[in-house]
């Protein structure tokens, strides 16, 4: 609309030396009306001047600034997302290796019960052999201490407990064993098996004398059957005397450790020789009516550190 703009600046009079009324004048010239004037204070531009360029500034410092601290919050926003993210991923782990420790520390818990029951098994076991062998295992126990709970415990210190606990019952059960073997070799040796089978015809004691007058002293028992009848070791043991006694006939002696000796007469056979070792129960001759016999029968005498005893106390 405005096809010219003039501004004029004067205006300016020195009048004897003195400033007066410092103004610009705008005149503004359109083309087709009227010549129009603006008259300004002359300081109006330079301090509008200022006045921008000082706005402008604040603005932008505070634009700056704001933009600084957005960029900065932003940053620090994310750090700590990512932080959370750390956080929540190692919480899912720690979670996971809680649970897995709880599942094993509950499977320990299980194996120790399964292991106290075991070892509650092997004791009760073993009560009953020692009652049955006739033994007391010189060193039962090897139970967890009863002073510690074991549930107070550290797994790892747990897994110790136990193993020193098995590692002793170990010990323990070896001992027992060889014990047992040892009572077992003995109970092998006790003469107490029935020698041959057959009616006992005489204990032993006094009785009448079968070839005279008078009482004589019987120092076995006498157990009559047919001629050929199995006679067996009453124990295991090693022939002392397999040959012929005067009176007793074809006769075998066994020694069967240091308490008992066993003396079997009157036998048709005999099957063992001096020297060989016998099993319990081992055939070691036949039955018979050598020496001085009434009729077929085996005399058995059983000595207990060297002095005949009534064999009817140990037999079974
Ligand atoms: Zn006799």
Not at 94 to 103: C, P, V
């Amino acid at each position: 609309m405005w096809k010219d703009l003039t501004i004029l600046e004067r205006g300016r009079k020195t009048h004897m030396g003195k400033k007066k009324d410092s103004k610009i004048c705008i005149i503004i010239i359109p083309h087709t009306e009227k010549v129009r004037r603006l008259t300004i204070p002359q300081w109006l531009p330079k301090i509008s001047v200022i006045s921008i360029s000082a706005i402008l500034m604040a603005a932008f410092l505070i634009f700056n600034n704001i933009y600084s601290s957005h960029i900065s919050l932003e940053k620090e926003y994310n750090d700590r997302i990512a932080e959370i993210n750390n956080l929540e991923e190692e919480n899912r782990k720690k979670e996971t290796e809680l649970s897995k420790l709880k599942s094993h520390t509950k499977e320990l818990y299980e194996k120790t019960n399964e292991v106290e029951d075991k070892l509650a098994e092997i004791e009760k076991l073993q009560r009953q052999v020692e009652k049955i062998a006739g033994i007391k295992s010189p060193s039962r126990g090897g139970r967890i201490d009863d002073d510690i709970p074991i549930e107070a415990l550290e797994p790892t210190e747990e897994i110790q407990v136990l193993k020193e606990v098995l590692e002793n019952k170990e010990k323990e059960l070896l001992v027992f064993i060889d014990d047992l073997e040892k009572r077992f070799e003995y109970l092998e040796t006790v003469p107490d098996l029935w020698p041959t089978k057959g009616r006992l015809t005489s204990t032993f004691g006094n009785r009448k004398n079968p070839f005279g007058r008078g009482v004589r002293f019987h120092y076995g028992i006498d157990i009559a059957n047919s001629i050929g009848t199995d006679i067996w070791a009453a124990g295991s043991g090693k022939v002392v005397f397999s040959g012929y006694k005067s009176g007793l006939g074809r006769t075998i002696i066994i020694e069967h450790n240091n308490e008992y000796t066993t003396v079997y007469g009157h036998n048709s056979k005999l099957l063992v020789n001096e020297g060989d070792n016998v099993e319990k129960g081992q055939v070691i001759s036949k039955m018979g009516s050598t020496g001085r016999s009434t009729g077929s029968h085996l005399h058995f005498e059983i000595h207990k550190n060297g002095k005949p005893i009534d064999p009817l106390t140990i037999l079974k």
